[in-house]
């Protein structure tokens, strides 16, 4: 048995949002990740499995290695179908919000989002839910929006109707956005679902594979130089700085989703608990932070226009390369002013994606 952490009157007003819906729409955060793709899949697979059609809407493309789940070839993306996706957003009388906390997280969904005059539940494990919605389900201290999904369906009495399908998309969530279990994995609740999951049917080590073990020779090679060549540590700020230029990127044919994960690999340097990673992409750089312990990454990633949780922050630029490096590096010579490990008084739950 799960520990309860969803109320009652909250799953209730789900089951009748649900219920008297006929037109419903998931979305989840730009740049989708292992977390967004496969909560709105799961979430998708279950409601199909209770008669409820709906449509999967995200802002942008999914990286390739999350194209083995089941349903991700109906995943409508609007940056490139926007006239439709658009459409079934007005339309729309229920609309699902996954793993973001904040409209600004959906990009150009946004407009179609408030226009649309359907009824919104919110279902999300990021710090500060600011959007105005019927059923808020925000839980920071769970481990992924997989976890709450699967709790979801718990309360509902409805864990018959997860079917294989439905539990590899979220199971996909839980290892992702868990690192394989190795962060914000701590909950014993977490290994009973995926125990149930495990008992849908899925290869959990095939999962593995399918999304870890898909490299092209190009992505390994880039990490590599990036490793060998690029990577700056900065001792006294224990800190690791990886910046790639768009060059750099074209010049080991970058794809999207090619440089995921990178960001962690200086955290394996024992001496550095804290790691920033710039990309140069067309018309912005796109900055990841990631932190050990009570370095709150977060709100670096607030002085780049972004955000995100305690150990697993992002933001942007809209300068050039050197001088957003120049920036960063300001940043995290204030190192000190970030690091909660002497104010006691700071709550300190653990978070990533
Ligand atoms: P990543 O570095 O993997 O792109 O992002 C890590 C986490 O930081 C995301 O899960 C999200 O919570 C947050 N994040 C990344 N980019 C942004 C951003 O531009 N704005 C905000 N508010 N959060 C971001
Ligand atoms: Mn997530």
């Known amino acids: 048995m799960l520990t309860k952490i969803i109320d009652n009157a909250r799953i209730e007003a789900i089951k009748a949002l649900i219920q008297q819906a006929n037109n419903i729409v998931i979305t989840c955060h730009i740049s989708p990740d292992g977390d967004a793709?496969?909560?709105?899949?799961?979430?998708?697979?279950?409601?199909?499995?209770?008669?409820?059609?709906?449509?999967?809407?995200?802002?942008?493309?999914?990286?390739?290695?999350?194209?083995?789940?089941?349903g991700s070839n109906n995943i409508l993306v609007y940056e490139t179908q926007t006239e439709e996706a658009k459409q079934l957003i007005v339309d729309s009388d229920l609309i699902f919000c996954l793993d973001y906390n904040d409209l600004a997280r959906v990009n150009r969904v946004q407009d179609a989002i408030t226009e649309s005059k359907a009824k919104r539940i919110l279902i999300d494990h990021h710090l500060n839910p600011n959007i105005e919605c019927e059923v808020q389900i925000s839980h920071p201290e769970a481990s992924a929006t997989c976890e709450l999904i699967y709790r979801i369906i718990d309360a509902l009495g409805d864990t018959e109707q997860i079917t294989k399908s439905c539990a590899e998309a979220l199971y996909a969530g839980l290892m992702t956005d868990t690192g394989n279990f190795s962060y914000n994995s701590q909950?014993?609740?977490?290994?009973?679902?995926v125990s149930e999951l495990l008992k849908k049917g899925i290869n959990k080590d095939e999962i593995y594979n399918k999304v870890y073990n898909v490299y092209s020779e190009h992505r390994l090679?880039?990490?590599?130089?990036?490793?060998?060549?690029k990577m700056r540590i900065y001792p006294e700020q224990r800190t690791a700085v990886i910046a790639l230029s768009k060059e750099e990127c074209e010049?080991?044919?970058?794809?999207?989703?090619?440089?995921?994960?990178?960001?962690?690999?200086?955290?394996?340097?024992?001496?550095?608990?804290v790691s920033v990673f710039l990309r140069q992409d067309d018309n912005k750089i796109k900055i990841s932070f990631r932190?050990?312990?009570?370095?709150?990454?977060?709100?670096?990633a607030e002085e780049?226009?972004?955000?995100?949780?305690?150990?697993?922050?992002?933001?942007?630029?809209?300068?050039?390369?050197?001088?957003?490096?120049?920036?960063?590096?300001?940043?995290?010579?204030?190192?000190?002013?970030?690091?909660?490990n002497n104010k006691p008084q700071h709550n300190t739950t653990n978070q990533a994606n």
């Open 291 to 300: 932190s050990q312990g009570e370095v709150h990454v977060n709100k670096m």
């Open 251 to 273: 010049r080991f044919h970058y794809i999207k989703g090619d440089t995921e994960g990178l960001v962690n690999m200086p955290l394996q340097i024992k001496e550095i608990d």
């Open 187 to 193: 909950n014993p609740d977490l290994y009973i679902i």
């Open 221 to 229: 090679r880039m990490i590599g130089y990036c490793l060998h060549k």
């Open 304 to 340: 780049f226009k972004g955000g995100g949780h305690k150990n697993a922050a992002g933001g942007e630029s809209y300068h050039s390369l050197p001088v957003t490096l120049r920036r960063v590096e300001s940043v995290i010579k204030r190192r000190a002013e970030f690091d909660f």
């Open 37 to 70: 793709i496969g909560s709105t899949l799961g979430l998708y697979w279950y409601l199909k499995e209770i008669g409820k059609e709906s449509h999967i809407i995200v802002p942008n493309m999914y990286p390739n290695f999350l194209e083995w789940i089941d």
